[in-house]
C-alpha cells in the first residue's frame, strides 16, 4: 500500500470543524492555540461555532481550513498513523501539504494564507467577479469556450479538478458570455459557485505580486517527501521553486486531475483526504475508480485508518 496525503482548499469549511478533535486529543487543540497565536485573534471559536457568513470570508476560510487540516495531521502522526510517500493539497491545501513536507512551518503557513486570503479579495472589487462549475463537458471544450468569450471580458478555466467538472472564473462581462456558448458546446450544468472573487485566474495578478514580498520574509525549505504542485502537476524539489510556483499558483490553474494521475503514476495506491469534508474524495473518485480513498476529519474516520493501518503493517 502506498498512501498519498491531500489536504482540501475551499469550500470544505464548515462551522464546527476540528471542534471535537480538539476536544479528544491535545495535539489538535494544540494546533488551534498555535493558530490563534500566530494570527491574534480566536481562529479556533471562528471554526467551532461560527457564523458561517464570517467563516466563508476568504480571508478567515484559508487560515481556518488550514488548521484544521493541520491538526487532523498531528492527530493522525501522534497516534501512529499511515506516513504518506507523497502529498498535495488543492489551491491553499497546498500551503497545508506543504507544511506536511517539512517545507513551510506551521505559523508562517497560516500567516502566510491569511494574507493570500485579503490579497485575493483585494485583487478584484466583491461583485465584479466570480467562479462558476461546468459539469458535463471536457476540458477542451470549456477552454474553447472561454477563448471565445474573452472578447467580451476576462473569463478563464482555473480548476481543472476531474473529467465532467472544470471550474472557471472571470469578471462579470465574461461570465455573462461564456454561459450560453458552455450549454451550446453540450454543458449539463453551469453553477455559479458562492464565492467573492475569480480565484486562480489573471485578474488574481495583483495579489500573485504581493504574496511574493512575503513568501520573501519566510525560511521555505526544500520539501522532505515529494510533493505534486498545483501549477505544473509536477515534483517540486526545492525551497526556490516551492516559492516560485507558490507565486504563480494565485494566478494559475489548478491541474488537480493531472496532480492525481501523476501522484498514480508514483505508485499511489491510496488516497487520505486530512482536513474537512470530502470534496476532493468525490473528485479523486471521478479520477480513478481503481485507489482506495479514505479521509479524517473527527474520531470516527481517525479510528478507521489506525484500523486499516494495523491491518496491513
Same mark, same amino acid.
Given at each position: 500500500?502506498?498512501?498519498?496525503f491531500?489536504f ?18 491535545? +495535539?489538535?487543540? %494544540? ?12 481562529? #479556533?471559536?471562528?471554526? !467551532? +461555532?461560527?457564523?458561517?457568513? +464570517? &467563516? ?47 517545507? =513551510?512551518?506551521?505559523?508562517? /503557513? ?19 467577479? *466570480?467562479?462558476?462549475?461546468?459539469? *458535463?463537458?471536457?476540458?477542451e ?6 477563448l471565445k468569450?474573452?472578447? !467580451? ?7 481543472l479538478?476531474?473529467? *465532467? ?5 472571470? %469578471?462579470?462581462? *465574461?461570465?455573462? /458570455? ?17 464565492? #467573492?472573487?475569480? !480565484? ?28 505534486? /504542485? ?27 486531475e493531472e496532480?492525481?494521475?501523476? =501522484? ?6 491510496? !488516497? ?10 468525490? &473528485? ?6 481503481d ?6 476529519? %473527527?474520531? /470516527?474516520? =481517525? ?7 494495523? +491491518?496491513?503493517s
Amino acid at each position: 500500500m502506498k498512501i498519498a496525503f491531500v489536504f482540501p482548499g475551499q469550500a470544505s469549511q464548515y462551522p464546527g470543524m476540528g471542534k471535537e478533535l480538539c476536544q479528544q486529543f491535545p +495535539e489538535a487543540s %494544540d494546533v488551534f492555540k498555535r493558530a490563534d497565536d500566530a494570527l491574534g485573534f480566536p481562529l #479556533s471559536r471562528l471554526c !467551532f +461555532e461560527g457564523p458561517a457568513e +464570517e &467563516l466563508n470570508l476568504t480571508a478567515n476560510t484559508q487560515p481556518a481550513v488550514l488548521t484544521t487540516s493541520a491538526a487532523c495531521l498531528e492527530v493522525i502522526k501522534s497516534r501512529g498513523g499511515p506516513v504518506p510517500c507523497a502529498v498535495a493539497g488543492h489551491s491553499l491545501g497546498e500551503y497545508t501539504a506543504l507544511v506536511a513536507a517539512g517545507s =513551510l512551518l506551521f505559523e508562517d /503557513a497560516v500567516r502566510l494564507v491569511r494574507k493570500r486570503g485579503e490579497y485575493m479579495q483585494d485583487a478584484v472589487p466583491v461583485g465584479e467577479g *466570480g467562479m462558476a462549475a461546468v459539469m *458535463g463537458i471536457s476540458t477542451e471544450l470549456v477552454v474553447e469556450a472561454c477563448l471565445k468569450a474573452s472578447v !467580451f471580458g476576462v473569463i478563464e478555466a482555473v480548476n481543472l479538478n476531474c473529467p *465532467g467538472q472544470v471550474v472557471i472564473a472571470g %469578471d462579470t462581462a *465574461g461570465l455573462k /458570455a461564456v454561459e450560453p456558448l458552455l450549454k451550446e458546446a453540450g454543458a449539463r450544468r453551469v453553477m455559479p459557485i458562492p464565492v #467573492s472573487a475569480p !480565484f486562480h485566474s489573471s485578474l488574481m495578478r495583483p495579489a500573485g505580486k504581493r504574496l511574493a514580498a512575503d513568501l520573501d520574509r519566510v525560511t521555505i525549505a526544500d520539501p522532505r517527501i515529494p510533493v505534486v /504542485a498545483n501549477v505544473s502537476a509536477d515534483l517540486v524539489c526545492t525551497g526556490p521553486e516551492v516559492k516560485e510556483l507558490l507565486i504563480r499558483q494565485v494566478f494559475s490553474p489548478v491541474r488537480w486531475e493531472e496532480s492525481i494521475l501523476k =501522484l498514480i503514476s508514483l505508485g499511489v495506491d491510496t !488516497f487520505v483526504e486530512v482536513g474537512p469534508g470530502r470534496v476532493l474524495s468525490g &473528485l479523486i473518485k471521478k479520477i480513478s475508480r481503481d485507489v482506495l480513498i479514505l479521509n479524517i476529519e %473527527d474520531r /470516527a474516520s =481517525l479510528e478507521k485508518i489506525l484500523a486499516l493501518t494495523r +491491518e496491513v503493517s
